[in-house]
T-cell receptor
Framework: RKEVEQDPGPFNVPEGATVAFNCTYS??????FFWYRQDCRKEPKLLMS???SGNEDGRFTAQLNRASQYISLLIRDSKLSDSATYLC?????????????FGKGTMLLVSP | NAGVTQTPKFQVLKTGQSMTLQCAQD?????MYWYRQDPGMGLRLIYY???????DKGEVPNGYNVSRLNKREFSLRLESAAPSQTSVYFC??????????????FGQGTRLTVV
């Protein structure tokens, strides 16, 4: 069974802080990786894809370490609006099909 | 700019009743998915459809059936609802082939309570 593991948190941080989340995945053949954001009682939405070379989008930086099978998300200068649950997502291929496996999510609470 | 549309948004069923959750996407995606989300369990895949005319079981398919009616629509049916099926259900779609592996777009969810 493919698994994606995350620390559930919550991570409580003040505004302006830097916070990092990690995620590990069990299937070494996984090929695509994503971070999604989910607000309370809402649908998940893509935050960013994660590329092998690492990538940055404004205050958000994602890293992939294939050798150790983990993915990270760094949020700099946290805003109150960053409070949400962050889902680590892995895409697995088999028999020509692809499914997405979700971690259970890490909750972030940013306080004034 | 509809994206993925799910109906209904809320539903209360009695044990043993049946219902169908509807999902439609207007992005011409080939792959569609049904997930359920329970507290502490994360999103779990119920069924998926890699392309029109195909469906496959996911992690938790028992008690559910699906139909990929056409490229746009993917419905989830509960034949005889049980309290254990109380959950939030999300439909999703994405484009996947040998060259592309895109993000998944989600519907707004259906909050189902079985009493």
């Amino acid at each position: 069974r493919k698994e994606v593991e995350q620390d559930p948190g919550p991570f409580n941080v003040p505004e302006g802080a830097t916070v990092a989340f990690n995620c590990t995945y069990s299937n070494s053949a996984s090929q695509s990786f994503f971070w999604y954001r989910q607000d309370c009682r809402k649908e998940p939405k893509l935050l960013m894809s994660v590329y092998s070379s690492g990538n940055e989008d404004g205050r958000f930086t994602a890293q992939l370490n294939r050798a150790s099978q983990y993915i990270s998300l760094l949020i700099r200068d946290s805003k109150l609006s960053d409070s949400a649950t962050y889902l680590c997502v892995v895409s697995d291929f088999f028999s020509g099909y692809s499914t997405l496996t979700f971690g259970k999510g890490t909750m972030l609470l940013v306080s004034p | 700019n509809a994206g993925v549309t799910q109906t209904p948004k809320f539903q209360v069923l009695k044990t043993g009743q049946s219902m169908t959750l509807q999902c439609a996407q207007d992005m011409n995606h080939n792959s569609m998915y049904w997930y359920r989300q329970d507290p502490g369990m994360g999103l779990r895949l119920i069924y998926y459809s890699a392309s029109e005319g195909t469906t496959d079981k996911g992690e938790v398919p028992n008690g559910y059936n699906v139909s990929r009616l056409n490229k746009r629509e993917f419905s989830l049916r509960l034949e005889s609802a049980a309290p254990s099926q109380t959950s939030v259900y999300f439909c999703a779609s994405r484009e996947y082939d040998s060259f592309r592996d895109t993000e998944a777009f989600f519907g707004q969810g259906t909050r189902l309570t079985v009493v």
